[in-house]
């Protein structure tokens, strides 16, 4: 199962990055437009409800069958009372993988009415919801857990026009010869020493569309007085090589933090 899941998160994750880095919108999935299959829209694609973690054939199929039945779900106490075949499980996948954010409630409130104590006033009353919200990190990790990477949370949306400003390019843009500017993640990072005990950093970064190692090297690495983490963004300079292994690898000459004014 696990084996199955990472397979499907990775590949879905390949889609996503092929679709962006060539300009078409991937939608997260949404209640009343997604179904068991990639939905093509003027407003773009949108993710099918099965490309989330716990959701499966069968569960996609119901939600799709009750919409064209009995109609868009209206809000999220409509949804509730009339999605009575989805488990906890499958309801709190869809929340936090964006699917339910059409009703404009958040997160935090919705899965907090979901109890079956509400459910039996759900036909009486039109529970108001609350506006408390989980804290961002934590809404950025469930999305990737369940939709195994991030679009809503996305830690590079709203930095175009910064990129543009300070010439920042997209990392396969990477060259050998001479050295390029990159706003980058780090996805993982790892400090070492070398064999006269200097402190290094490898690992990996990504930007919106891919994936490569890094290395900073003990010389460029001493220069940096700032903490280096994988919850931030920032700006790195350098060199693309190659190594023994033919694998390149992001040689940076230079980092500095991202400070978006």
């Not at 069958?65 to 709190?92: P, Q």
């Not at 790892?190 to 006269?196: D, G, L, Q, R, V």
């Not at 190659?242 to 230079?254: A, G, L």
Request: proline share 2%; with cysteine.
């Amino acid at each position: 199962e696990f084996r199955r899941v990472l397979f499907r998160s990775e590949t879905m994750l390949s889609y996503f990055r092929y679709a962006r880095a060539r300009g078409l919108i991937i939608n997260k999935p949404n209640i009343n437009v997604s179904t068991n299959k990639f939905v093509v829209t003027r407003c773009g694609i949108f993710m099918p409800f099965n490309a989330i973690l716990s959701i499966g054939e069968s569960a996609s199929i119901a939600i799709t069958e009750e919409r064209e039945k009995n109609g868009l779900f209206k809000s999220y106490n409509d949804f509730k009372e009339r999605a009575t075949f989805l488990n906890s499980n499958i309801v709190t996948a869809l929340v936090f993988a964006g699917a339910l954010d059409i009703f404009n409630d958040t997160k935090k409130s919705m899965l907090e009415s979901y109890s079956k104590e509400d459910e039996i006033f759900l036909k009486h009353i039109e529970k108001p919801l609350s506006k408390i919200e989980y804290d961002l990190n934590y809404l950025r990790d469930m999305e990737k857990k369940y939709l195994g990477f991030n679009i809503e949370y996305n830690i590079f949306n709203n930095t175009e026009t910064f990129r543009k400003k300070h010439n920042l390019l997209p990392l396969n843009n990477l060259n050998y010869k001479w050295q390029t500017s990159h706003l980058i993640h780090f996805i993982n990072i790892k400090e070492i020493k070398t064999k006269k005990n200097e402190k290094m950093l490898l690992g990996e970064l990504e930007d919106n569309n891919t994936i490569i190692s890094f290395v900073i090297f003990p010389k460029s690495y001493s220069l940096i007085n700032f903490t280096i983490d994988t919850d931030n963004l920032f700006i790195a300079t350098g060199t693309l090589k190659n190594d023994n292994y033919n694998k390149n690898s992001f040689v940076i000459d230079q980092l500095f933090e991202y400070k978006n004014s």
